[in-house]
């Protein structure tokens, strides 16, 4: 390492990059891809030690920092190995990322541990969540993540949680359920709409309605600024009944309130799906005269002309019913 | 404790030998996650368990009368917890702080997690809280202390446990307390 070229002023781009590693290994560099913000290489996995020596070794690359090192579950195709590799002296981070052979009954993976050995007990984690073998590795074996003689990769997609199948899991799922068409089930979920299997649950989130009652009655105010509303936070009574129906009726409002935000909402998204010819000339003009790239002032004459049709509008809904106040807080 | 688990004390000895015991419980924390920031908040000087005679930090566990197991518990640390426990002297009294430690909490699906540390060892008082406030473990000392000043010291050598107390099991809801 005493040669290192490697600077950060002249750090390699990911495509130089990927050029100096085919030239080097190839046929056993597959396809590139810029994933989650790092520049991730496909490596066949006969070229997986070989590739992390070149970059290791290699004067300008000099990717000495081993990061990470964990594996994906590909469902049908077995299983990923991703190797995350940091260069500190250019700055720059890779990941590689291969398939182990051997499919979903036995994937193996060569091990990383000759060329960086902070790769041992990464592959130790992948094998305890996996179960993929890292042929080179001094031992995988005991397990250290979970207990010795724990029975299953709790990590493949297929692991069985014990607990689900005698209790299933009692709350919406994530990222989210769908109905018999497919639609995705939204739920606003609301102070005590937790899922809960107990009585205590419901117990404690009755309390909790009635106690936040005049908290959301109060934030109501704030929204709805209407002049025929009869309900002021002093008039929640104090008993239990009185403060139930508070309760009850608040959520009736709330739901109309919902129902008139996303009616406005879907409005506004109707609006600004139509074509660019909401920008203030005006603006654009001027911001153009003053030197600002064509960009900036697009968006900023947009934001102008939003800006003028919300005060033309408020001007025209005055005295009306309702007003934008409220809404314009959560936009 | 040789004669002490043999013999029944007068009355009014065992008033004053329980009456020691229970204001000098030398604690022994076992933090494992979360709730073991509220535990050291509970022994900071806010909300200052030593007023209620609980020593927090003994130098070891056979220093320790009190066990505070606060935390998540997972299958890989249980038995260091239960060497713990065993490496205490008789009497010895342990408190279970928050869901985790209780019954697993927010990871009762989870693979590695232990659905309760009653599973490996017996607890004397559940705190209940995700995580619980210091006033909670509080209440739970109290609830010990009060167990230990009515306790015959023979009785408790010879069958070792009670049942436990679980904080707000029977009382009404404190929710709407105000604040
Ligand atoms: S009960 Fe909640 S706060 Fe306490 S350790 Fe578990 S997750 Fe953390």
Redesign the interface.
Known sequence: MSEVLARRDRALTPEETEELLRDRLGEQVGSSVQEYGVFTLWIHPDGWQEAARVLADEPLLAYDFFDSLFGIDAREDGFDVVAVLYSTSTGNRIALRTRCEGGREAPSCPSLTDVYRGANWMEREAYDMFGIEFPGHPSVEPRI???EN?E?W?LRKD?H????VAKP?PGVKEPAELDEDGNVIEREVRIGDAPGPYDLDK??AD??R??NAPAIEEAEQDEDTSPDDPDTPAEVATDADAAAGAAAKAEDRRKAQADARAAKAAERAGADSEPAEDLDQETYDQLIAEGKSERIARSKAKAAFIKKRRAQERAESEGGADSDDGDEGDA | MGLMDQVELPQPVKYVFNWGRKYSLWCFNFGLACCAIEFIAASTSRHDFIRHGVIPFAHGPRQADLLVVSGTLTDKMAPAVKRLYEEMPEPKYVISFGSCSNCGGPYWDSYSVTKGVDQIIPVDVYVPGCPPRPEALLDGIIALQDRIQNESLKDRMADRRKDPITLGADAPLALGSSS
């Open positions: 993540l979970t207990i724990f299953g709790p692991f949680l014990a607990s689900r899991w117990a404690m309390q909790a009635q106690r």
